[in-house]
């Protein structure tokens, strides 16, 4: 009796000390972890070959099954090149002693490249400093790869949103990724337009059989001028009141310009040349037989200085050569005058 107090005593002090637990008769222990004998890759690249491995008992032998048709190998590394993409359910039997069971089963994701994204939405004549979304659609568990003038973006979903801040055509791409690969591309053509502006220069003068060259501008807008042509510029050679209107996805606008062409002395004229005089800024022309409707003076440059109606003196500030164009009751003429 003494012998088995002191047991008992030993025991409750080595708990106490040394931190001992007594089992506890009412506590199961959980099971182990489960361990899966079949191993592989379950997501995979077509035409690409992948190992499976099996961890059987002593002295059995494997049975693979792909989509329920039995492989040929019995090792326990079965080797796979998918062939097919799509989902495929590679099932593990275990063969002892001529008894087949079931053991383990997977399913294997197969892949290919991707295809060609759908096309891709959104503005394709976008205002400067405007935002504007692009979307596409690729298959799911795919990504996307984004390119704008073949610089690579940051976005890899299937909508990418764009400030466009620099004018001028651009090519907007995008291609699908995943684990086998990247796509071709998709791609879209893009003009980003700034609100036209026209200027078609001062009014000017030409002589009779020259050309002037009339451009309004703004590349890839809408052109449209007085004369019916609908090209950024046009050639006149004819004195008219000439204007352009322009207008392209961010508005409209217009300017006008006057050309006029001065008609020379023609050759059986000669004799009618004028009698010019010229003093204190006023410059005096005489055509006998003839009255003056109309007189104009320009510079070398086009520029008008004076006009007057049904008068045959001018007022001249400038020193140097002008051209004058006179209309009289029964012809228009031009001749080259210098002021001093």
């Known amino acids: 009796m003494k012998t088995l107090v002191n047991i008992l005593l030993l025991l409750i002090f080595s708990t106490i000390v040394y931190g001992i637990q007594l089992p506890s008769t009412d506590t199961i222990a959980p099971p182990p972890p489960t361990h899966s004998p079949l191993s592989g890759p379950d997501t995979c690249c077509l035409n690409e070959e992948y190992q499976y491995f099996a961890e059987l008992p002593i002295g059995c032998l494997p049975q693979w099954f792909v989509d329920d048709v039995l492989q040929t190998s019995d090792s326990t590394v079965l080797e796979l090149l998918w062939e097919t993409p799509g989902e495929h359910e590679l099932k593990l039997y275990v063969l002892c ?14 892949n290919q490249i991707p295809s060609l994204p759908a096309i891709i939405f959104g503005e394709n004549e976008p205002c400067l400093n405007s935002q504007e979304i692009y979307t596409t659609i690729v298959t799911e568990g795919e990504t996307c ?8 973006q940051t976005d890899t979903t299937d909508f990418i949103e764009i400030f466009w801040d620099e004018p001028g055509n651009h090519v907007l791409e995008v291609r699908a990724v995943n684990q086998c690969g990247i796509s071709d591309a998709q791609s879209l053509n893009v003009m980003v337009f ?9 009014d000017t003068t030409i002589f009779q059989g020259q050309t002037l060259t009339l451009d309004a501008g703004n590349p890839a807008s809408n052109f449209l001028w007085n ?25 409209l606008d217009s300017d006008t310009i006057v050309v006029d062409v001065i008609v020379g002395i023609n050759s059986d004229e000669t004799q009618f040349k004028p009698i010019i005089s010229f003093a204190g800024e006023i410059l005096r022309i005489e055509i006998p037989g003839e009255q003056i409707e109309l007189l104009k003076a320009f510079d070398l440059q086009g520029k008008l200085l004076n006009e007057v109606e049904n008068q045959n003196s001018v007022r001249i500030k400038n020193d140097g050569i002008c051209i004058l164009h006179i209309q009289t009751n029964k012809r228009q003429l031009s001749t080259k005058v210098l002021i001093k």
């Not at 790869?145 to 690579?152: N, R, S, T």
């Open 227 to 251: 004369t019916g042509e609908t090209s950024q510029s046009i050639e006149v050679s004819v004195s008219d009141i000439y204007w352009v209107e322009v207008s392209n996805a961010c508005g």
């Open 145 to 152: 790869q984004w390119k704008i003038d073949e610089i690579i």
């Open 194 to 202: 700034e609100m036209p502006i026209v200027n078609l220069g001062n």
């Open 97 to 110: 002693e001529n008894i087949s069971s079931p053991l383990d089963s997977m399913i294997v994701l197969v």
